[in-house]
């Protein structure tokens, strides 16, 4: 049987949530369930999220413009649509391109740290 929630607990409006800037030119906006976390990434041009890991699963999708991942040493620049998906420990980095570009990341569990 699933909990129930206020109706207004279902929904979230644009552009609420906790918003942080992480690195120089890339902020996050996030929102989170218990034990799923929903991130929108805006990166500037040029910005870089330097090499890094969590023990958070991390799976995300590009929304606009591109960037370039490295992940587990493998390199590759991704555009609108594709889907990278992180193992927790994992070492990462990420670099955005010549313009502007936005993604949607997804963490299990939630990263207390973007709360």
């Given at each position: ?9 279902y ?13 120089p ?13 929903l991130?929108?990434?805006?990166f ?6 330097p ?32 889907i990278w998906?992180?193992?927790g420990?994992v070492?990462?980095?990420?670099r955005?391109l ?9 963490f299990?569990?939630?990263?207390e740290?973007?709360?």
């Amino acid at each position: 049987m699933s909990e129930m929630m206020p109706n207004d607990a279902y929904f979230i409006t644009a552009g609420q949530g906790s918003r942080h800037n992480i690195f120089p030119g890339v902020d996050i906006l996030t929102n989170a369930g218990k034990g799923l976390m929903l991130s929108l990434v805006n990166f500037e041009p040029g910005s870089v999220v330097p090499d890094h890991s969590h023990p958070h699963e991390q799976m995300g999708m590009m929304i606009s413009g591109q960037l370039e991942f490295t992940v587990g040493g493998v390199t590759k620049v991704l555009g609108p649509g594709e889907i990278w998906r992180i193992p927790g420990g994992v070492v990462h980095r990420v670099r955005a391109l010549d313009g502007p570009a936005v993604a949607l990341d997804i963490f299990h569990p939630i990263r207390e740290d973007y709360l």
